[in-house]
């Protein structure tokens, strides 16, 4: 049986002092050696880089600073451990008989982008492949350490400019049948107006049976927001 780890520090101990990651090092997350021991073919390694954890220190620079880091790790190891920057990569390190391990590289907080998503495709030529936006409040989002804001303004411009970097589409649409079933569709469209605004409309949108669809036909994801019953359902329709 080989392993798919979705996410360890290991890159945080570099930050301050050396860390011999492919040698091996018991002060980290993991190693090398002790990813192969264990039988891994992909680990995904968190760059953390949050304002409210580092606030005296240039957040993209730290970032750069660990995607440096793990590319490094990558050309010390002989080709045991190779980034991966597509899906071929994943699956040619979890075939049988596979002989290396897929680094996936991920930002664990949106925060080195500096407020900006346009700053994503950046990272993305880094190959960063994984974006967490928040994870304490940030100029894109809020978080469960905070008063529990959803996505802002630009948030909303980073979610969708990764899925255009990455060449996906995504179809975004809101289950009002709860709402209608309780009080049809005036009932459903007053019970949207007391959500956030960027929720509203999107609600409303969906129950009028808007264009936004129609611009994103044949998508390769649906995510299905259902207000009433607080629920998010993601379909993979390809």
């Known amino acids: 049986m080989r392993f798919f780890d979705a996410h360890c520090d290991a890159v945080m101990r570099s930050y301050d002092g050396p860390f011999d990651f492919v040698g091996g090092d018991t002060q ?39 995607i440096k880091t793990i590319d490094g790790w990558a050309a010390a190891s002989g080709g045991r451990l190779r980034t991966a920057r597509s ?25 080195p982008l500096q407020g900006r998503a346009e700053n994503l495709v950046r990272f993305f030529e880094l190959g960063v492949r994984l974006v967490i936006p928040a994870w304490d409040d940030n100029p894109f989002s809020g978080s469960s350490a905070g008063p529990g804001t959803g996505l802002t303004d630009e948030g909303i411009k980073l979610v969708e400019t990764k899925i255009e970097a990455l060449g996906m589409k995504c179809r975004i649409r809101s289950d009002m049948k709860a709402s209608l079933a309780q009080g049809g569709l005036i009932g459903g469209l007053m019970g ?3 959500l956030p605004a960027e ?6 949108a969906a129950a009028a ?30």
């Open 28 to 66: 980290g997350h993991l190693d090398l050696p002790r990813l192969q021991a264990a039988g891994h073919c992909a680990q995904v390694f968190a760059v953390f880089a949050a304002a409210s954890y580092y606030p005296d220190r240039d957040l993209t620079a730290l970032a750069e600073g660990a």
């Open 87 to 111: 899906a071929d990569d994943v699956r040619a390190a979890c075939t049988d008989g596979a002989d290396h391990i897929a680094a996936l590289i991920g930002l664990e907080g949106a925060d």
């Open 192 to 194: 949207a107006a007391s």
């Open 199 to 204: 929720i509203a409309i999107g609600a409303i």
């Open 209 to 238: 049976t808007a264009g936004h669809q129609l611009a994103t036909y044949n998508p390769d994801y649906e995510v299905l927001k259902d207000y009433v019953n607080k629920k998010l359902t993601v379909t993979y329709k390809k």
